[in-house]
């Protein structure tokens, strides 16, 4: 009886240890298979770097870089096989790793945009501020000329918000949104001067009073009764 319990207990450990190495060997086959040129690689552009992964059937646990005509690599990269998007440098040097929850809108052109900034050493003027999901962020400020910018996420810059009396600018973007917007009527908000949104806010003839992040706090009236709300500036 003791010996029948000592053989399943060996048995499972067996398959325990094998489970192992499978696991292994399948996060290091996924490793593998999203490396990008950790830095610049001296004789080699984007174009031979394709073309040698192609030759030697690497893609197959690899990507295939996508390039620029000057033979440098493209800003956003993606490994179709695993569904993943990135960002590198001209050099092919990896600057956001790669993820599946990029933005629609992230180019990668800000985070690249901030990496030449400190490759060149140049810091004239102010580096970009990036989002977390790797676009432009909403809210841009130059310390030298003290000018507050507000932008959307593909750097576009919202003219009407510029300026040192700038202090905010997320009722802007939405504003700008909706601006552009191909969606008829869509609502958009209304903002003070310095980029706030404005306490009392509009749209279908409906009116309500809104907090600091455009957020509905009170009841919503007639347009015509828009007097009787009392809605205090934050």
Not at 60 to 86: I, M, W
Not at 137 to 161: F, G, H, L, R, W
Request: with cysteine; hydrophobic share 30%.
């Amino acid at each position: 009886m003791l010996e029948t319990q000592s053989g399943t207990g060996a048995r499972r450990m067996e398959t325990i240890v094998l489970l192992l190495i499978c696991f292994l060997v399948l996060f290091s086959i996924s490793s593998d298979a999203v490396q990008v040129p950790l830095g610049p690689v001296k004789g080699r552009n984007c174009t031979e770097h394709a073309a040698k992964l192609q030759a030697d059937g690497a893609t197959k646990l690899s990507y295939t870089p996508r390039c620029e005509p000057d033979g440098s690599y493209a800003p956003v990269q993606f490994n179709h096989k695993l569904g993943l998007k990135f960002c590198v440098s001209k050099e092919g040097i990896m600057l956001v790793s790669p993820q599946r929850s990029l933005d629609f809108y992230a180019d990668c052109n800000c985070p690249r945009r901030r990496f030449e900034k400190f490759q060149s050493g140049n810091f004239g003027g102010y580096i970009h501020r990036c989002d977390t999901d790797f676009t432009y962020a909403v809210k841009q400020y130059n310390p030298e000329t003290k000018i507050t910018s507000c932008m959307m996420k593909n750097d576009v810059i919202i003219k009407e918000y510029v300026g040192p009396h700038v202090t905010a600018c997320k009722c802007p973007r939405q504003w700008y949104e909706a601006k552009i917007s191909r969606l008829p009527n869509r609502y958009a908000p209304q903002c003070n001067a310095d980029g706030t949104f404005k306490a009392k806010q509009c749209d279908k003839g409906r009116c309500w009073c809104a907090n600091g992040e455009g957020e509905q706090i009170s009841k919503r009236v007639p347009e015509s009764d828009v007097e009787s709300l009392t809605c205090l500036e934050v």
